[in-house]
């Protein structure tokens, strides 16, 4: 059974960096698609940066501060925050696509602000 656990979210002020780590446990067959996706309060849940193969992708708001990247021999995928902004403030979510299943983290917080 495959698991996804994030962690590395909290509290930072504006302009604060933060490190989100994604640890997946279980063998997954097929992985072809790793990313973060993000859910403020009162929005629909937003693709944040996604890597397949050696292409990395990012939404706009966040393209030039943010930076996704994987250990594979970890199993972990990481997000690099740099620059936060309070529109930055949501939870954030891990995903990982493969051929026998997509799975999803439990979330975790990051809150931006003074």
């Known amino acids: 059974q495959v698991q996804l656990m994030e962690s590395g979210g909290g509290l930072v002020q504006p302009g604060g960096s933060l490190r989100l780590s994604c640890a997946a446990s279980?063998?997954?067959?097929?992985?072809?698609?790793m990313g973060w996706y993000r859910q403020a309060p009162g929005k629909e849940r937003e693709l944040v940066a996604g890597?397949?193969?050696?292409?990395?992708n990012y939404a706009g708001a966040v393209k030039g501060r943010f930076t996704i990247s994987r250990d594979s021999a970890k199993n972990t995928l990481y997000l690099q925050m740099n620059s936060l902004k309070p529109e930055d403030t949501a939870v954030y979510y891990c995903?990982?696509?493969?051929?026998?299943?997509?799975?999803w983290g439990q979330g975790t917080q990051v809150t931006v602000s003074s």
């Open positions: 279980g063998t997954i067959v097929g992985l072809n698609f």
């Open positions: 890597i397949s193969g050696a292409d990395t």
């Open positions: 995903t990982m696509r493969s051929l026998t299943g997509n799975y």
